[in-house]
């Protein structure tokens, strides 16, 4: 058992806060938009102080091939990099009319054959399912936070989805977040260990007015790195048979207490912090924390050594950290940090979706390892 010795705070848990930004959405496929600017930079990185490569004109149209928090990667002719996503609209067409002046069609974008076995996920607490592409049809069923989804077709912001027990209807696409759990990634977490009918507990850390860390190169707040990436953890466990719950699953901040209290009352088989580091030092990489050599470590070291087994980021290892999460639970506890948002080379390899899954299948296979033995 833990000592409960007072309350530390651990060195991601001294700054300030902003409010959450969309998470980051992968793009499926490419689609047209319509230019709604005077004179729109086109720029290299997702990012407001990157270079300027070029700019658009006001109703231009152009392919988007990707998101990136609120950033669209875009290409029309000879020009190609990143815009700010908010002045853009969506067109109905299909990427191919690119560079055309005919108007937009109703039409809904049907998404290819070869893309039927796409899932994405629910992002919103209670997401209403409607029976067309607009808050006027009726209301035919409802999704909750993490409920996984197939989008069929896509329609002026709504997308028509099947549910896992066969229900179609339309939901708002803004809730919804490309790209889930694949199914060779379930696979490889179910065959690595004993997940199933574990109890664990997800801590996203920040939130709220506490934005955690903050990126120098690209000003990424870690508190929106933290939900994504705990996210993929809870699907990835929960694929493989445990039972989760979250600290946080939207944009609040609970205190220390409440986070292990969580734990606590649960009697959680494990607990795992997730956050992003920082460092006025040239650092880079992982880095595992426990507190309890004998209630911790032998957590810390199952995921780290996942983790290191390659992920983008090389580990840093482990390190005793002496922080309130992980001395006042009673529960076996891990915080992990999964790079550092002061060095621009891992900030801007962090803020993909690709590393964030990655992350969080090294996690979750750590974990499965962990209960096996």
């Known amino acids: 058992m833990k000592k409960l010795l007072g309350i530390a705070t651990c060195m991601a848990c001294l700054f300030g806060t902003f409010e959450l930004r969309p998470a980051a959405v992968e793009a499926k496929s490419a689609y047209s938009a319509k230019i709604y600017a005077t004179n729109l930079n086109v720029r290299s990185e997702p990012a407001k102080n990157a270079a300027v490569t070029g700019s658009l004109k006001n109703g231009a149209i152009v392919t988007v091939t990707d998101e990136n928090h ?10 190609s990099g990143w815009v700010a996503g908010y002045y853009l609209k969506r067109l109905n067409t299909s990427a191919s009319s690119t560079g055309s002046s005919s108007s937009a069609t109703t039409t809904p974008k049907i998404i290819s ?6 899932v994405a996920t629910v992002t919103a ?12 049809y009726s209301v035919v069923g ?6 996984s989804v197939t989008p069929l077709s896509r329609q002026s912001g709504w997308i ?4 896992h027990n066969g229900e179609i209807g339309w939901v708002a696409e803004q809730y919804i977040r490309s790209g889930g759990v694949s199914q060779s ?7 690595s260990g004993g997940l199933r009918g574990k109890r664990i507990v997800i801590d996203p850390g920040h ?6 860390m903050l990126g120098t190169t690209y000003n990424t707040m870690e508190k929106d790195l933290n ?4 996210l993929y953890v809870r699907d990835y466990l929960r694929a493989g048979g445990a039972s989760v719950e979250m600290t946080r699953t939207s944009d609040r901040k609970p205190t220390l207490s409440q986070r292990t209290r969580v734990s606590n009352m649960l009697r959680a088989d494990a607990f795992v912090s997730i956050h992003y580091n920082s460092s006025p030092k040239k650092v880079s990489g992982t880095l595992t924390f426990y507190y309890s050599e004998s209630d911790d470590l032998m957590l810390a070291r199952a995921i780290e050594t996942r983790l290191g087994q390659g992920i983008g980021l090389k580990s840093n290892g482990l390190s005793f950290g002496d922080y309130h999460i992980l001395r006042n639970n009673n529960s076996p506890a891990a915080l992990i940090e999964l790079g550092f948002l002061s060095n621009p080379v891992d900030e801007s390899i962090v803020r993909k979706s690709s590393y964030q899954k990655k992350a969080a299948k090294a996690i979750a296979a750590g974990l499965s390892d962990y209960f096996k033995y």
Request: positive net charge.
């Open 113 to 118: 054959a070869s893309r039927k076995s796409s």
């Open 70 to 79: 609120g950033w669209m990667k875009v290409a029309a002719g000879k020009n």
């Open 160 to 163: 028509r989805i099947r549910t």
């Open 207 to 212: 939130g709220g007015i506490d934005p955690g």
């Open 227 to 230: 939900l994504q990436t705990a």
């Open 125 to 136: 607490s209670s997401l209403r399912i409607r029976g067309g592409p607009g808050t006027s």
């Open 185 to 191: 990634s379930v696979q490889l977490v179910r065959s």
């Open 142 to 147: 409802s999704l909750k936070t993490g409920d």
